[in-house]
């Protein structure tokens, strides 16, 4: 845990919450501020900043309880479909500094758009981008 993080207590049971979902490694909670009915946050027990930092096993567990909980909620508050956000860092719009998905379900009319502009693409640079990336990822390993 981390002094001063409020998803830490929340996560940990210090501070409560409408709590949907608990095992020994996450805690999956309604947000406060819904973007829908059922807007909910996984939040990992052990305190990663973001993405950049979290580890293997908590990474590799996550999508386990993000699915499990979006067949829940598809079966219980009948969403017709269902947004994965997850920001990092203050450009993505990260507002809370504790690693935390974000499922949100969504009902036709809700209102919402979860969207991007699309841009486009040029072969060669899409080429130099992929290489890129790669080759760090290769370093890495
Ligand atoms: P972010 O912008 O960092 O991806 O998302 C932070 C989310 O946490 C927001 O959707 C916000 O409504 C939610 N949130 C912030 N503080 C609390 C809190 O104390 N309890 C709950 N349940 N949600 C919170
Ligand atoms: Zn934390």
Redesign the pocket.
Known sequence: MEQDC?FCK?ANGHIP?ATVYEDEMFRV?????PATKGHA?VLPKRHFRNIFDIDETTASRLFVVAAKVARAMKKSLGCEGLNIVQ?NEEIA????FHF?L?IIPRYADDGQKILWNPGTSDPEVQKEIACKISEALDADK
């Open positions: 409020i929340i919450s909670i309604l947000d406060l501020s946050l920001n719009g990260q507002t809370v935390h974000h």
